[in-house]
């Protein structure tokens, strides 16, 4: 069954970056985008970027644009989430969800979630 | 920066539908289409809607979507306890971004 594995939990200082990972596995990784969802505690989901599955092909929210950056290893079928110049406002839950160029589903499996926490 | 507008909350006793607006500043959901998604205490996001109207394999015929202009809205029919969550509508903007709703908190009274 389709299934997206993400790193574990993070806790990084402010001013740090963070990686985080996702494992696809299930399906035809080349055929689906993978995306990148936050939500902040008690703010709603925030969505940060996407790599397209069979070019290397990204966008990037204009919120983080020049702190985040996505990649992938398409032989491994993970893809990767960094985050740069971290701050308080970054504690947050990442999801990694993947989007379907000919279902037309968007965001139709996620990622378990992956909670990074940034403290001093 | 597109925005999509959705009440904060809404509420529903067993048994009755309940409806869900998205409105869009600018033309993103006239010229795109929407997407919901229902999220639960303690769970990851569920796809319930997709391409304005569709539902995905195994989503109960209970929900569904539509859009107007440049509005959108999830109608929940036969409330249950187990719908209690938020609900976010999303659609894609022009620079090929997506872009989220602000949530709406569902109570079953």
């Known amino acids: 069954q389709v299934q997206l594995v993400q790193s574990g939990a993070e806790v990084k200082k402010p001013g740090a970056s963070v990686k985080v990972s996702c494992k696809a596995s299930?399906?035809?990784?080349?055929?689906?985008?993978i995306h990148w969802v936050r939500q902040a505690p008690g703010q709603r989901l925030e969505w940060m970027g996407w790599?397209?599955?069979?070019?290397?092909?990204?966008r990037y929210s204009q919120s983080f644009q020049g702190r985040v950056t996505i990649t992938k290893d398409t032989s491994a079928t993970i893809v990767h989430m960094e985050l740069i110049s971290l701050t308080s406002e970054d504690t947050a839950v990442y999801y990694c969800?993947?989007?379907?160029?000919?279902?037309?589903?968007?965001?139709?499996?996620w990622g378990q979630g992956t909670l990074v926490t940034v403290s001093s | 920066q597109s925005v999509l507008t959705q009440p904060p909350s809404a509420s529903g006793t067993p048994g009755q539908r309940v409806t869900i607006s998205c409105s869009a500043s600018?033309?993103?959901?006239?010229?795109?289409?929407v997407y919901w998604y229902q999220h639960l205490p303690g769970t990851v996001p569920k796809l319930l809607i997709y391409?304005?109207?569709q539902r995905p394999s195994g989503v109960p015929d209970r929900f569904s979507g539509s859009k107007s202009g440049t509005s959108a809205s999830l109608a929940i029919s036969g409330l249950r306890s187990e719908d209690e969550g938020v609900y976010y509508c999303?659609?894609?903007?022009?620079?090929?971004?997506?872009?989220f709703g602000g949530g709406t908190k569902l109570t079953v009274l």
């Open positions: 790599i397209n599955g069979d070019k290397p092909i990204t």
């Open positions: 391409r304005s109207h």
């Open positions: 999303a659609t894609w903007d022009d620079t090929l971004s997506v872009v």
């Open positions: 969800a993947r989007e379907g160029y000919l279902s037309g589903l968007l965001f139709d499996s």
């Open positions: 600018g033309s993103t959901i006239g010229n795109n289409f």
């Open positions: 299930g399906y035809n990784f080349t055929n689906y985008a």
